[in-house]
């Protein structure tokens, strides 16, 4: 069956950097867009990276832009999200799915909590 499995939340102070994982099994994975949401608390998850099966275009919401950067192996069925100069506003579970700024499958992984504070 389909897995998503995310990792790498930490707490980290405003200014810091992390990197996400995001471990997938169960589909074609090569042959999917793959996009990292966030949650925060009170507010509906959101999209804030994707990248694109085949050619491995990425967009960005304006949010994050120039400061998180999505990337993919195939070969490992994985995508990262590398989070630079954080901001309190960064605090929320992240998530990732298959489909490019649109979920694929229907269900969500655990998640991974990324909590920004001084």
């Known amino acids: 069956q389909v897995q998503l499995v995310e990792s790498g939340g930490a707490l980290v102070q405003p200014g810091g950097s992390l990197r996400l994982s995001c471990a997938t099994s169960?589909?074609?994975?090569?042959?999917?867009?793959m996009t990292w949401y966030r949650q925060a608390p009170g507010k509906e998850r959101e999209p804030v990276a994707s990248i694109t099966s085949a050619t491995s275009d990425t967009h960005y919401a304006d949010s994050v832009k120039g400061r998180f950067t999505i990337s993919r192996d195939n070969a490992k069925k994985t995508v990262w999200l590398q989070m630079n100069s954080l901001k309190l506003a960064d605090t929320a579970v992240y998530y990732c799915n298959a489909g490019v700024w649109a979920p694929s499958f229907g269900f969500w992984g655990q998640g991974t909590q990324v909590t920004v504070s001084s």
């Open positions: 169960g589909f074609p994975f090569s042959a999917y867009g």
